[in-house]
């Protein structure tokens, strides 16, 4: 350690407590909102519906099941007919009449994260593959999810109407992938289906019930605060920073105060997927609401503060251990840059001796090798600027972006 050695607040402080100073630290940044515990009293908690994700690989159909069962066309709002964000939607199944809310999550590999939150999210997983494709990367990538949010897995081999559709090769490269699949003894149903032509739609409806019934999937609908999640936030034309939020559990009102990472929000507008306005979103409700200071980013956990001072003394501690947390990794990188500098300072103290010596550089590389260990060329950065028309776009095309690059040239996103 030198004497231009930042040192961080807790080393510091512990030096000043030695020499029997008395250290007065912020304790203002207490104030915070968590998550309550899931209460298991039967006469506050109410059934819920299931909340269910449709995974799978890009154009195996996941959205086109979507269509189905709820009698739209989605897909042909898509830009090139693929799922460019997440989408939630309450449907009343045709055959059951059971409320189920699906999320719809994007299959290309851009949008890991985006998958890997509805995967979290979410009670019952369907894995859409294609009959004529069998398993892709990201079918493995939408296994290993739901094997990691620890839900259970509903199968569903898509265009089971096409000529070259060999669903028996689906299975058993599903089950080479570990999923334990009910053809094979397992406990994972496989359901063979058409969205295009309804093939074996209802069965898949029969599952998804079923499923969802084991799991007796409950909520406490009143009296509690409100919790859910943030699905995508986006500025909308006359509306202002919107969202579209999840309810985990409590009753979502207009007026309410919602806290979600470092902004908040008194809740303005509720519309539905419809864009019908409601006054009361209850558990397993998506819902569209604006009023926010600043967008919240997609999958925030949000929550519900008693009133709007708690709100802002919470978004405003958060926005300090933030800013407190960026300086320390801040003084970490000032003072790597400086051990480094003196380490350069070093070395060239002794090349030029052995210079005043005689020595070539050639010479010098030779006698000591390990000056030179470390000499490379400098990495050059491209900046690149993203415009999407929502933040988990953006944030699935940065992270594509930064991970491109070698030794010599690196990527870099612009952020405001």
């Known amino acids: 350690m030198t004497n231009d050695y930042i040192l961080d607040a807790e080393t510091a402080a512990l030096i000043a407590e030695e020499y029997g100073f008395q250290v007065n630290q912020d304790d203002n940044l207490g104030l915070d909102l968590f998550p309550s515990e899931d209460s298991t009293d039967l006469k506050v908690v109410k059934p819920r519906a299931p909340i269910v994700t449709i995974m799978g690989h890009v154009d195996h159909g996941k959205t086109t099941i979507l269509d189905y069962l709820r009698k739209s066309s989605i897909a042909k709002g898509e830009h090139g007919g693929i799922t460019q964000h997440i989408g939630a939607f309450s449907v009343v199944t045709p055959k059951s009449k059971k409320k189920i809310t699906f999320l719809d999550t994007p299959g290309h590999a851009a949008f890991l994260k985006m998958r890997e939150r509805g995967a979290n999210m979410t009670d019952v997983v369907i894995l859409v593959v294609a009959a004529e494709d069998s398993v892709m990367p990201q079918t493995v990538e ?15 081999i898509n265009k089971c109407d096409k000529e070259e559709a060999n669903p028996d090769k689906v299975v058993a490269d599903l089950s080479a992938n570990g999923v334990d699949v009910e053809d094979y003894g397992g406990e994972v149903p496989v359901v063979r289906i058409s969205a295009k032509t309804g093939m074996g739609m209802e069965d898949l409806e029969e599952n998804i019930v079923a499923v969802s019934e084991l799991q007796e999937l409950k909520a406490e609908p009143k009296g509690v605060p409100v919790e859910g999640w943030i699905l995508e936030s986006n500025v909308q034309k006359g509306l202002g920073n919107a969202s579209t939020f999840l309810v985990k559990k409590g009753q979502l009102k207009p007026g309410a105060f919602l806290v979600a990472g470092t902004t908040w929000c008194k809740v303005k507008l509720m519309r539905n997927e419809f864009g019908k306005k409601i006054t009361v979103a209850g558990p397993s409700t998506p819902v569209e609401i604006s009023g926010w200071k600043s967008l919240p980013e997609a999958g925030d956990f949000a929550i519900q503060a008693k009133k709007e001072s708690v709100a802002r003394t919470v978004v405003d501690n958060r926005i300090r251990r933030k800013q407190m947390m960026d300086e320390a990794s801040q003084i970490d990188e000032m003072n790597q840059r400086r051990i480094k500098q003196l380490e350069d300072a070093k070395r060239d103290e002794t090349i030029q001796e052995y210079q005043r010596q005689g020595l070539t550089m050639d010479d010098i590389k030779e006698l000591e090798p390990e000056l030179f260990e470390n000499e490379k060329q400098e990495k050059k950065d491209v900046f690149f600027i993203i415009k999407a ?28």
């Open 142 to 156: 939408a296994i290993k999810h739901a094997k990691n949010a620890g839900v259970p897995v509903i199968v569903a």
């Open 389 to 416: 028309d929502v933040s988990g776009s953006a944030e699935a095309v940065s992270q594509s972006i930064e991970g491109l690059g070698n030794d010599e040239v690196g990527s870099k996103v612009f952020r405001s």
